[in-house]
């Protein structure tokens, strides 16, 4: 067979989005390297003590432990919600209005700055939670569309003609979700999973409402931390946030697949 050749402008359109989208992490890269005390692009030099600076900051440390917390509690949260919601939707979506499955997407329609605003009033002066705790109602909150979303897709597909068979030969429901369901939709729940726990880790505008005095996110004490200062630690830090989002989805290709979790 032979190999059609690629359309020039469409090749050159395509380098040029790559490049747009690659540029803003080759920047940040190259500043969080540099042996000036200023942040500065290209960089000055190399050195490495702007990650050893920001390893030994105590706010840093305690903020990503915060934000550790934060992202795992709610992703566990959303997930025992999402998957169980998403499942009625596909389930039993012929019995439900149509309108139903769309409030667990209303959080993304909101824009954050209002829904923060709107949890502060609720979670932090009415109901007078702990920060930690607000935190988590909060990213538990934007976590959920994403996990529904995603699950019900792979739900979409599934013949759930099999789980009527599984049950009509005695198998117990719980059983049959456990060993039939849930294996088929895997890919789907990690990619949610993945989804989730990125989309927590790294919000701003939620966190920003919610955080109070000694308890703070890694993203908002960037943010305060550029207020003050102008070095490169704060590069360096997005660095190392960038790693750990790597990490997050090397174990989802070494475990499942990226190519499989998207499905």
Excluded at 17 to 43: E, H, K, N, Q, W
Aim: net charge neutral; glycine share 6%.
């Amino acid at each position: 067979m032979q190999q059609r050749s690629v359309n020039p402008v469409v090749a050159a359109i395509g380098w040029l989005v790559m490049a747009f989208l690659m540029a803003p992490i080759v920047i940040v890269i190259g500043a969080a390297v540099s042996d000036t005390t200023y942040l500065a692009f290209p960089p000055q030099g190399f050195s490495l003590r702007w990650f050893g600076n920001v390893l030994q900051q105590r706010s840093f440390m305690a903020s990503f432990q915060t934000s550790m917390q934060v992202a795992i509690s709610a992703t566990s949260i959303a997930l025992a919600i999402g998957l169980f919601a998403a499942y009625g939707l596909a389930r039993f979506g012929k019995t439900i209005p149509a309108w139903f499955g769309s409030v667990f997407l209303l959080p993304l329609f909101v824009p954050e700055i209002v829904f923060g605003f709107s949890l502060l009033k609720t979670v932090i002066v009415s109901l007078e939670l702990p920060v930690t705790t607000a935190l988590i109602v909060g990213h538990t909150i934007i976590c959920l569309p994403y996990m529904v979303r995603v699950i019900s897709a792979s739900l979409s597909s599934f013949d759930f003609s099999i789980e009527e068979a599984a049950v009509s030969l005695g198998m117990h429901p719980i059983k049959v979700f456990l060993t039939i369901v849930l294996p088929n939709i895997r890919s789907g729940v990690i990619a949610a999973v993945v989804l989730a726990f990125i989309t927590s880790l790294n919000d701003v505008a939620v966190s920003l409402f919610l955080t109070g005095p000694g308890v703070s996110t890694l993203p908002i004490e960037v943010f305060t931390y550029v207020e003050q200062f102008f070095d490169p630690s704060v590069a360096a830090v997005s660095v190392l946030l960038m790693g750990v989002t790597i990490i997050v989805m090397a174990l989802v290709e070494r475990t499942l697949g990226l190519g499989k979790a998207v499905k």
